[in-house]
């Protein structure tokens, strides 16, 4: 089945204490994006990357990193929360001949 | 960039009415767009685009509709029904920012049985 995985599904953590959430889909899409969702303020990307080895910031990018090693995975990296950064996280992905996006379940993270 | 806005974040209709979801965009170079739908729990769900090389366009009890002039989109839903009940946003990708999408807020649609 073709889909985008992302763990984990559910996140409490402390500021300050750094963690992965990790994100693979199984299309062989050269495209991933990672998505933060808020109340009132719709789906804002964080980062993007067109293929392996190649990243590029979206519209808020401050306090994450990514890393694209394999075309697969696309990891998002918060080096130090902080409860700002309380959301719902989407991963995304695409091939470049067809720009429709496909979504991950969703991450729901709790900094406190 | 680009902005992108909803008209309604709330709609209810009734079981077998026809629904209709707006959006609105500004960056007259956007020429891509996605309505999706998301229930609740779950990641976004594609339901139809369009490209601006076209006004309209059909799925299976969808519809979407561009107006460029006005930079205007719609989504129809025809006979609506309970499983449709979720939030629908659009998604814009202009063709002058590189491979970013824009999306809006999103409307929340409760069907009434």
């Known amino acids: 089945e073709a889909q985008v995985t992302q763990n984990p599904r559910y996140l409490i953590t402390v500021t300050g204490k750094k963690l992965t959430v990790t994100c693979s889909q199984n299309m062989n899409h050269e495209y991933m994006s990672w998505y933060r969702q808020d109340p009132g303020l719709g789906l804002r990307q964080i980062y993007y990357s067109m293929n392996v080895e190649v990243t590029d910031k979206g519209d808020v990018p401050e306090g994450y990193k990514v890393s694209r090693k394999e075309k697969r995975n696309f990891p998002l990296i918060l080096e130090s929360p902080s409860p700002n950064q309380t959301s719902l996280y989407f991963c995304a992905s695409s091939s470049p001949f067809q720009e429709t996006q496909y979504f991950g379940p969703g991450t729901r993270l709790l900094v406190l | 960039g680009e902005s992108v806005g909803l008209h309604l974040p709330t709609l209810s209709v009734q079981e077998g009415d026809n629904s209709i979801i707006n959006c609105a965009y500004s960056?007259?170079?956007?020429?891509?767009f996605i309505w999706y739908k998301q229930e609740s729990g779950k990641g976004p769900q594609f339901i139809i685009d369009i490209r601006s090389n076209m006004d309209k366009r059909q799925g299976q009890r969808v519809t979407v509709l561009l107006n460029k002039t006005v930079k205007h989109l719609s989504l129809q839903i025809a006979a609506t029904q309970p499983g449709d009940s979720a939030v629908y946003f659009c998604?814009?990708?202009?063709?002058?920012?590189?491979?970013?999408?824009?999306f809006g807020t999103g409307t929340s649609l409760t069907v009434i049985p």
């Open positions: 998604a814009v990708l202009p063709s002058n920012t590189g491979n970013q999408f824009y």
């Open positions: 960056n007259s170079a956007s020429d891509y």
